[in-house]
Nanobody, 121 residues
């Protein structure tokens, strides 16, 4: 059973930054960050391949968010800059057994418990 533990969420003012971390109990998975705001469906934020050479971002976060990973620590990160109120959501880390192209939430088998990000305007 894969376990994912997120951390780093919190309350930040608009224009500020946060870095989310996700520690996985296993290695070798395609990893992603997704988010869900109240009353909205879960959406992709960013994904990264096992090697880290392939990343994908939602249009709404391109240029502001950066996904990265440290395989030695089984940890994936999401650096979030220039945050806006529209980024307020619960952010979930997820792991996919697909070796490439895992950009859809349906391709992810394992999910963390989520961490709340609140951006005040």
């Amino acid at each position: 059973q894969v376990q994912l533990v997120e951390s780093g969420g919190g309350l930040v003012q608009a224009g500020g930054s946060l870095r989310l971390s996700c520690v996985a109990s296993v290695s070798g998975y395609y990893m992603g960050w997704f988010r869900q705001a109240p009353g909205r469906e879960r959406e992709q934020v960013a994904t990264i391949s096992w090697s880290g050479d392939t990343t994908d971002y939602a249009d709404s976060v391109k240029g502001r968010f950066t996904i990265s990973r440290d395989n030695a620590k089984n940890t994936v990160y999401l650096q979030m800059n220039h945050l806006t109120a529209e980024d307020t959501a619960v952010y979930y880390c997820a792991a996919s057994p697909f070796s490439r192209g895992a950009i859809m939430s349906s391709m992810y088998n394992y999910w963390g418990q989520g961490t709340q990000v609140t951006v005040s305007s």
